[in-house]
């Protein structure tokens, strides 16, 4: 299925009954919807499931550079809701996702449920402006970095199997270079533009014990400064921790929904 606003085109999924709950998952730079692929035979028994394709990726297209990626696809979030006549949703966010979770969360809380964050950075408080001094080695790195060598590298600093990884190898080659150096780069433009105010929405904030320190640090720090959480390390697993071990993610994904 498809959704189209003025800014462009997004594929989705929808899986599980009219009636329950709606959760949304969105991926990470260069992935797809495909991501979600455990997390759908979980959940599609007891609750709505809907995967897309953000902006630049698989089967979406792409959108202006000059906009706010997170900004409009939480506006493409609400679009599909409103298209599917949904109330609310949990929003799940897996890296990059996870910002596009928050802006969601920040800019139409009535819509928002909870929130599920799988490797992702808190934007309140926003970090550093110094921090976006890194994109043009960012841009400059990837550009130098040969294609085939640069996937493979992307992969295995992500994962752990290695059938992730050659999901990941192969998603990055079709999504391309240009389109990971961008999306960087807007990661590290939020991050230092931050969110005005934190969200209050419950969360249930995850990582894998092998992901980067960075991650692991700034998600314990969102924990401290968070009033309503959870928090869930999931074991033998890298930054695509839903695909690393995802009988571990999926049993804290459903406790954290029950718990709602």
């Excluded at 939480?74 to 409103?82: N, P, S, T, W």
């Excluded at 550093?128 to 400059?140: A, D, E, Q, R």
């Excluded at 931050?194 to 969102?222: A, C, R, V």
Aim: charged residues 25%.
């Amino acid at each position: 299925m498809y959704y189209e606003n003025v800014n462009g085109k997004v594929y989705y999924e929808v899986y599980g009954e009219d009636n329950e709950k709606t959760i949304v998952f969105s991926h990470g730079v260069s992935l797809d919807h495909e991501t979600f692929k455990s997390q759908i035979d979980a959940l599609e028994d007891e609750y709505k499931v809907i995967v897309w394709d953000m902006p630049y990726h698989g089967n979406s297209s792409f959108i202006n550079n000059k906009l706010q990626f997170t900004k409009v696809s939480a506006e493409f979030i609400l679009g599909i809701l409103d298209d599917l006549e949904l109330d609310e949703a949990v929003i799940v966010g897996q890296s990059l996702g996870s910002l596009v979770a928050q802006q969601f969360a920040y800019s139409y809380p009535e819509r928002c449920k909870a929130t599920v964050h799988l490797g992702g950075v808190s934007l309140y408080p926003k970090s550093n402006s110094l921090l976006k001094l890194l994109n043009p080695f960012i841009s400059l790195t990837i550009s130098l970095w040969p294609k085939k060598s640069l996937y493979k590298t992307f992969a295995k600093h992500k994962a752990i199997k290695e059938e992730t990884r050659r999901y990941m190898e192969r998603c990055s080659s079709e999504t391309g270079k240009r389109v990971i150096s961008h999306l960087t780069k807007e990661m590290v433009r939020d991050m230092a533009r931050g969110l005005p105010e934190k969200t209050n929405e419950p969360k249930l904030i995850s990582y894998g014990d092998h992901d980067l320190s960075f991650i692991k640090k700034s998600s314990k720090k969102w924990c401290d400064q968070s009033d309503n959480h959870q928090l869930a390390i999931i074991n033998n697993a890298h930054h695509i921790a839903n695909q690393d071990n995802p009988k571990e993610f999926n049993d804290a994904l459903q406790s954290f929904l029950e718990s709602l």
